[in-house]
């Protein structure tokens, strides 16, 4: 029996891990397999085919690494990059703040543009960097496409767009954790040089699995890159794919099944259809936090996340309680405030293989959790409102019609 065990099903509402759909966990629910048997290089070949569609792909080159995303930031970089090539990253929460560590640990030369926590990443400021530097001494541009701690959204389009217009070749590395998947995003009409993701976010897959896919000038790149790297060295996947064999070390057979699952249900919902009803699950999230009379984190409505919202409460009121008592009492998980918000703020996580209904229990909970830690909320205000939008909302499930 686990050792803190509740009733019922756990209600999982933090921005990641998420829950893992039944076919998933039943697919990834077989014994181990002999990863050089015919078997799985089939598998592979097909899952490398596969994951390239939710990049919005067809030129890129995927890699599957058993790693975190934590991990799949250390390969777009090493692979790409050498010690004191000069970055542009943005700091605009703490999964940047700690991508930009790395980099900095890493021995590149980073020159950080940082935001208020709850904007999205400065353009301007870019464009007055990509503008004066005529001599190219820019390699890289690294930003989050969805920052996690403060559920803010940041425009890759135009991005690409001034790299475009000052006609600069620095290369355009995207970390996609918490927005693959659930997110309009389109890695080649964007011109992006390397994406990544990780399998626990709205892949719905347990973590483990740090899914990379690089550009063909990304793969130029990293023919000259001089960092050091081993583990993630994307040339010893290269080796192995056109062996046909495809794995340089021994993958998780289990996650390969579970991959294969995931992206069944996604391509059976169909992308664009996943991606609709995560915007639909953000905007009723929103307006039952205006209901509330609470704020949200994220200061502007073209910076709106659709798989994170982090709420703002008020001062006499420590965001880490709510937290607490939403594990104690109601057997469910928000997000904690991190870094600059904690305390400030709590999160609610709403991506992956997730429905309606299952949202309004948790912003259900939420209320009574509001009105346990002393905030005057009118209960069914907030899943009110976001039943009134959901219902004249959400779509007749089409295999069910």
């Not at 390969?75 to 790409?80: E, I, K, Q, V, Y």
């Not at 590149?108 to 190219?136: C, I, M, P, T, Y």
């Not at 495809?246 to 993958?251: A, E, G, I, M, Q």
């Not at 798989?307 to 965001?319: G, L, M, N």
């Amino acid at each position: 029996m686990d050792y803190v065990n509740g009733p019922g099903r756990n209600h999982l509402f933090v921005p990641g891990p998420v829950n893992i759909p039944d076919q998933v966990i039943r697919a990834m629910n077989r014994n181990n397999e002999d990863y050089r048997s015919p078997a799985v290089p089939a598998l592979t070949k097909t899952l490398l085919e596969d994951v390239k569609k939710i990049f919005k792909t067809t030129t890129g080159t995927p890699f599957l690494i058993p790693t975190t995303g934590t991990g799949a930031w250390e390969s777009a970089l090493t692979n790409t990059l050498s010690p004191g090539d000069r970055i542009v990253s943005f700091l605009i929460g703490q999964f940047s703040l700690l991508w930009i560590d790395q980099q900095q640990r890493l021995k590149f030369n980073v020159d950080v543009v940082e935001s208020e926590w709850g904007q999205g990443a400065n353009l301007d400021v870019l464009a007055s960097k990509l503008a004066e530097d005529r001599s190219h001494t820019i390699k890289a541009i690294c930003i989050v496409h969805n920052e996690t701690a403060t559920g803010v959204t940041n425009n890759l389009a135009t991005v690409r767009k001034l790299l475009d217009e000052y006609r600069h070749p620095a290369l355009l590395l995207v970390d996609g954790v918490s927005s693959i998947c659930a997110l309009d995003f389109r890695m080649d009409e964007w011109g992006i040089d390397v994406a990544l993701t990780g399998s626990q976010k709205a892949l719905s897959l347990p973590t483990g699995m740090g899914i990379v896919c690089a550009s063909p000038k990304a793969l130029e790149a990293a023919k000259t890159a001089k960092s050091l790297r081993v583990f993630f060295d994307w040339n010893d996947y290269l080796k192995f794919y056109k062996l046909g064999t495809y794995w340089p070390y021994t993958p998780s057979i289990q996650l390969l099944y579970g991959l294969r699952a995931a992206l069944d249900l996604i391509f059976e919902e169909g992308l664009d259809n996943v991606i609709e009803r995560h915007s639909r699950l953000g905007k009723a999230t929103r307006l039952a936090v205006e209901a509330w009379g609470l704020k949200n984190c994220t200061q502007k409505e073209e910076w709106y996340s659709n798989t994170v919202t982090a709420v703002v409460v008020p001062p006499y009121i420590d965001s880490t309680e709510i937290v607490r008592t939403a594990w104690k009492k109601y057997n469910m998980n928000l997000g904690l405030g991190l870094n600059k918000v904690a305390g400030k703020v709590f999160r609610i996580g709403h991506l992956g293989n997730l429905n309606e209904c299952q949202l309004l229990g948790c912003l259900a909970g939420v209320e009574m959790i509001l009105r346990d830690v002393g905030y005057p909320v009118k209960l069914g205000s907030g899943v009110g409102a976001a039943c009134a939008y959901l219902q004249n909302n959400v779509p007749l499930i089409p295999s069910r019609i």
